[in-house]
């Protein structure tokens, strides 16, 4: 069965400081792989994904994630965080369907 | 605009009753989900369907139900088996089944039961 942890529950960053979220999956194949942000009270916004070819992935609002197969892991990175990125950050993996099993999400407080 | 429309925003009922929450898509979307998010514990999917008139059941299905008779609706009830209700429901749906597609999110349902 596909699993996904987040290990981290909350994370505090300044403003302007770099920013990695960790997630570690569990899956017997290659996955696909999701981040999504929520904001208070909102639905789920998907910042990038990850199917296959280049491991470092793009998204919006300036977010990149890296897959590293040897890891399990595929954190979500961003240089630089603006005050508007506070927000609950979800991981989710699925196989070869569209049964997404998400992590237990990681909430981000920015610090002004 | 294209989109997901849930409503109400927040539902408050007493224990006992049933109460059906609405989700509609003009995306033209195939597949529709169900999740439920509970603090701490992230998503889960309550149930799921590919195409209309066919749904299955997720990982924490009882004491749901739900029917796909129109592409653009996927009502969710919530029945007085579900030994607790109240959280958060958040729909979404996908072009189809292919995992590629990502899944887009309505604003969510906030279910109050006393």
């Known amino acids: 069965a596909q699993s996904v942890t987040q290990p981290d529950i909350h994370i505090t960053v300044s403003e302007g400081a770099s920013l990695e979220l960790r997630c570690n999956y569990s899956y017997g194949a290659t996955p696909y792989l999701f981040w999504y942000v929520q904001s208070p009270g909102q639905g789920l916004q998907l910042l990038l994904k990850?199917?296959?070819?280049?491991?470092l992935v793009q998204g919006i609002k300036g977010f990149e994630a890296e897959f590293k197969r040897s890891q399990s892991s595929f954190n979500l990175r961003k240089p630089s965080v603006h005050w508007s990125d506070a927000a609950e950050y979800f991981c989710a993996v699925t196989g070869g369907g569209n049964k997404l099993t998400f992590g237990t999400g990681t909430q981000l407080k920015v610090e002004l | 605009d294209g989109g997901i429309t849930q409503s109400p925003k927040y539902l408050f009922r007493k224990e006992g009753q049933n109460v059906t929450l609405s989700c509609e898509q003009n995306l033209n979307h195939d597949a529709m989900y169900w999740y439920r998010q509970d603090p701490g514990q992230g998503l889960r999917l309550i149930y799921y369907?590919?195409?209309?008139?066919?749904?299955q059941k997720g990982d924490i299905a009882e004491g749901y139900s739900v029917s796909r008779e129109k592409k653009e609706s996927f009502p969710l009830t919530v029945t007085s088996a579900q030994k607790n209700p109240t959280a958060f429901y958040l729909c979404?749906?996908?072009?189809?089944?292919?995992?590629?597609?990502?899944?887009?999110f309505g604003p969510g349902t906030r279910l109050t039961v006393t």
């Open positions: 990850y199917f296959s070819g280049d491991t």
């Open positions: 369907s590919q195409i209309v008139n066919d749904f």
């Open positions: 979404a749906s996908s072009k189809d089944r292919t995992p590629s597609y990502e899944q887009y």
